[in-house]
C-alpha cells in the first residue's frame, strides 16, 4: 500500500521550455503533497507543501513563479518548472501524506530534469 | 529550528558485518516524530521506520533495529549482518509542528 507514482522519471528538454512533473497518490487519498529537490550527493530540500483545493506553501528563497504547483485533486499535485535554465537541473522528489507533519510522507521515485 | 545531524557522510563494510547510522537530532517541540527512509541507486525513498517522542522503545524488524534515547535526542539504526542489497544512501528525519527536515544522509556500501 501507499504507493506514489511520479512521471516522468527522466526529462531532457531545451533551455527556455516548461516542464510538468505529475504526482499522484494510487492507493489512498493524499490530503497533503510535498515537492523536494534533491543535487546530486546532498540532502532533500523542501520546495512546497500543497493542499489539495488551496494554493502552495513555498519555502523560503523558492520561486513560486518559477515552480508552480497545482494539487487539484486528493491523488494529483502537479509541479511545472516555467521556462526552465540550466541551473534548475535537478532530482524533484514529490510525497504523499494523509496528514500533517507526523504522519510518514510516501515518496515517488522522482524526476531527473535535466535543461540543456 | 529543526536539525538532524547524520555525522557519517560515507560508511564502507565487508557482507555479513553489522553496522550502525547515526543521527542526531535537535527540536524545540514536545511532539514529533522521527524517520528513516532508505534512497537505492535508482533514487527513490523507502519509508523503514517512524518513531513518535513519546516511545523510546527500540524496534527491531528483521535485520534492522531502531536506537531511540530521547536523553542524547539519537535516534540510531542499525544494520545487522549487512547484505550488499542494504547498499544506499540513508536519510534520518525529524517532524516536529513544521516541516519534515532530513540529514545529510549516510552513503552505505556493502562491498562482497
Known amino acids: 500500500g501507499a504507493v506514489v507514482s511520479q512521471h516522468p522519471s527522466w526529462v531532457i528538454c531545451k533551455s527556455g521550455t516548461s516542464v510538468k512533473i505529475e504526482c499522484r497518490s494510487l492507493?489512498?487519498?493524499?490530503?497533503?503533497m510535498f515537492w523536494y529537490r534533491q543535487f546530486p550527493k546532498q540532502s532533500l530540500m523542501l520546495m512546497a507543501t500543497?493542499?489539495?483545493?488551496?494554493?502552495?506553501?513555498?519555502e523560503q528563497g523558492v520561486e513560486k513563479d518559477k515552480f508552480l504547483i497545482n494539487h487539484a485533486s486528493l491523488t494529483l499535485s502537479t509541479l511545472t518548472v516555467t521556462s526552465a535554465h540550466p541551473e534548475d537541473s535537478s532530482f524533484y522528489i514529490c510525497?504523499?501524506?494523509?496528514?500533517?507533519?507526523?504522519?510518514?510522507?510516501?515518496f515517488g521515485d522522482g524526476t531527473r530534469l535535466s535543461i540543456l | 529550528a529543526q536539525k538532524v545531524t547524520q555525522a557519517q557522510t560515507e560508511i564502507s563494510v565487508v557482507e555479513k558485518e553489522d553496522v550502525t547510522l547515526d543521527c542526531v537530532y535537535e527540536?524545540?517541540?514536545?511532539?514529533?516524530?522521527l524517520f528513516w527512509y532508505k534512497q537505492p541507486p535508482s533514487g527513490e525513498l523507502v519509508f523503514l521506520i517512524r518513531?513518535?517522542?513519546?516511545?523510546?522503545q527500540n524496534e527491531i524488524s528483521g535485520r534492522y533495529s531502531w536506537n531511540f534515547q530521547k536523553s542524547t535526542s539519537s535516534f540510531n539504526f542499525t544494520i545487522t549482518a549487512s547484505q550488499v542489497v542494504d547498499s544506499a544512501v540513508y536519510f534520518c528525519?525529524?517532524?516536529?509542528?513544521?516541516?519534515?527536515?532530513f540529514g545529510q544522509g549516510t552513503r552505505l556500501t556493502i562491498n562482497p
Open positions: 500543497s493542499n489539495e483545493g488551496s494554493k502552495a506553501t513555498y
Open positions: 492507493d489512498f487519498q493524499a490530503t497533503t
Open positions: 528525519a525529524l517532524s516536529g509542528t513544521q516541516k519534515l527536515v
Open positions: 518513531r513518535n517522542s513519546f516511545d523510546e
Open positions: 527540536t524545540r517541540d514536545t511532539t514529533y516524530y
Open positions: 510525497s504523499a501524506s494523509t496528514g500533517g507533519p507526523f504522519f510518514p510522507q510516501h
